[in-house]
């Protein structure tokens, strides 16, 4: 990319208006071989949603470029935009960054931390466990459910993974008290971890009779 080129899109992504950024996103959605130059000028912005965007939507990244992004979540697990904490760990599962297991297991221990992070979380330490802690994940989630600090659709989460992982009825019977008398947003989020792939009928034996519930 030319120099001209470079100082363009850089000038679009930074403009003042809504549109143009992320049409400009759209655009290097589309490039195949991105310039280190680009990615450090993106990670750069003051703009928190055009950073998510472009690390949910880009598909092209080297290795390399993943060591950097893998640095960059690292950095700003403790930033003060919880919901830019949450999508950073959101990124980090889709492209398997695995460093901040750690920093996820303690965000579901912290009864105060953010709902959206502890979701996340929970999401990020189910669908990588680490076999040689699985009884530690195992009494975080049920701390989960058993502390009236956390939010309801975190224990719905945390319920919901915990019969996922070990088929025991008491945890599916926790899932139908959290949809059936709880919060009107539980039904929605069990359609939603249905709707994934790995928790439907082919692999959940539980799937015929909770899909019942979101109807």
Not at 188 to 201: C, F, M, P, R, V
């Amino acid at each position: 990319m030319k120099t001209e080129e470079m100082d363009f899109i850089k000038q679009k992504l930074t403009d003042a208006s809504y549109e143009l950024p992320y049409n400009t996103l759209e655009e290097i959605f589309e490039i195949e071989k991105l310039s280190d130059e680009l990615l450090e000028f993106i990670l750069d912005l003051k703009d928190n949603l055009i950073i998510i965007e472009f690390l949910n939507g880009y598909q092209y990244f080297s290795q390399s470029q993943l060591d950097r992004i893998e640095g960059f979540i690292e950095n700003n697990l403790t930033n003060n935009d919880k919901l830019f904490v949450s999508e950073l760990i959101a990124v980090a599962n889709k492209w398997n960054i695995t460093s901040i297991y750690d920093s996820c297991m303690s965000f579901i221990n912290n009864e105060e931390e953010d709902s959206l992070v502890i979701l996340e979380s929970i999401y990020m330490i189910v669908e990588h466990i680490d076999l040689d802690i699985i009884e530690e994940v195992f009494d975080s989630l049920n701390h989960i459910i058993n502390s009236k600090l956390y939010y309801q659709n975190c224990q719905l989460v945390a319920a919901f993974y915990l019969l996922r992982l070990s088929g025991h009825e008491k945890y599916f019977n926790d899932v139908v008290d959290y949809v059936e008398n709880g919060q009107a947003l539980n039904k929605d989020i069990l359609a939603n971890l249905l709707g994934i792939e790995y928790n439907q009928g082919r692999y959940f034996s539980y799937y015929d009779q909770l899909i019942t519930l979101t109807k």
